[in-house]
């Protein structure tokens, strides 16, 4: 496996493979990669003859009040990780590498970065869709791999595909949680003893949500209001944003009907976590 820090060294080897007819997947990271990055890397491996993992904590997807100092790092590990998994080449470069003096273009979206994440996150889906757009220019993947945990994520990068012509396959892999739950998350770890045990009830708040919704409960409100209420009972839990909405336009619905995404957003303590389901 290479490790690769320059846009060149990249385009070299991935020309090299395209001239021998390889397929090639992307999996996009930001690093100290957990079984749910795994997963994705696996998956690819699967599907592609050549894999290249990036792993760059993107600068432009956070704002300013934001973790970007404090956000986990291990590029030997995470070397490691994707030799593991069978990745052939990770891109890990420096910001400046990707975002050279004077940039000043982004990909900006009107749908779908309004609501849920973006609400409280104004500048981070331009952040998400600029880098996203960059690494799909450098390595002109057939299929990008993205993980349902950030299920705005994946129904913004699938749309950016679509609108700006990129024929790249864009791949939802499912939520890898630990035994007890919890959606894996690099930034787990910032959490204490306690907050690892409060983190538990955005699992716990959903999956009640999911059961009244497969008991014939059709009335997003409540399913919110009952979401909601259990994160309430847990001290250290501030809710962000508890949300029923289409999985096809992220707009808030009134009625469960056709595929519909319930997402929460939590701070628990200072960390803030995600967490979703999907249901039919
Ligand atoms: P990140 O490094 O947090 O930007 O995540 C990189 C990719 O891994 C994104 O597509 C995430 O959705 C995905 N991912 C992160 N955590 C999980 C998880 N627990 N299960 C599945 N995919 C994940």
Redesign the pocket.
């Known amino acids: 496996m290479k490790i690769a820090v320059t846009v060149k060294e990249v385009r070299n080897q991935v020309n090299e493979w395209r001239r021998q007819g390889m397929s090639v997947g992307l ?11 795994k ?2 890397i696996t998956r690819a491996v699967s599907e592609n003859d050549k894999v290249v993992v990036s792993v760059f904590v993107n600068p432009m997807q956070f704002g300013p009040s934001e973790d970007l100092e404090s956000y986990p790092r291990d590029m030997d590990r995470d070397a490691a990780v994707c030799e593991e998994a069978g990745a052939a080449l990770v891109f890990h470069p420096e910001p400046s590498e990707m975002y050279h003096e004077g940039f000043s273009s982004y990909i900006d979206m009107n749908t779908l970065t309004e609501g849920l994440c973006g609400k409280s996150r104004p500048t981070h889906f331009r952040g998400v869709c600029t880098v996203v757009a960059k690494l799909f220019n450098i390595v002109v993947p057939d299929r990008a ?6 299920a705005q ?2 129904a913004v990068v699938r749309h950016m595909a679509d609108d700006l012509s990129y024929g790249i396959e864009i791949i939802g ?5 630990e035994e007890d739950g919890l ?4 930034r787990n770890t910032y959490l204490s003893n306690e907050e690892r045990k409060a983190a538990l009830i955005l699992n716990k708040a959903l999956s009640e949500g999911k059961k009244l919704i497969n008991s014939g409960e059709k009335d997003a409100d409540k399913i919110k209001a009952t979401i909601s209420d259990i994160i309430n009972t847990e001290p250290l839990a501030r809710i962000d944003y508890v949300e029923v909405v289409s999985w096809d336009t992220l707009e808030p619905i009134k009625e469960i009907n056709g595929q519909v995404l319930a997402a929460v957003a939590v701070f628990i303590g200072k960390t803030r976590l995600i967490d979703n389901f999907i249901i039919s």
């Open positions: 999996v996009p990271t930001m690093g100290y990669l957990h079984e749910g990055h997963s994705l791999y993205f993980g349902q945990k950030d994520q994946l892999c499912p939520i890898v949680r959606a894996k998350s690099s």
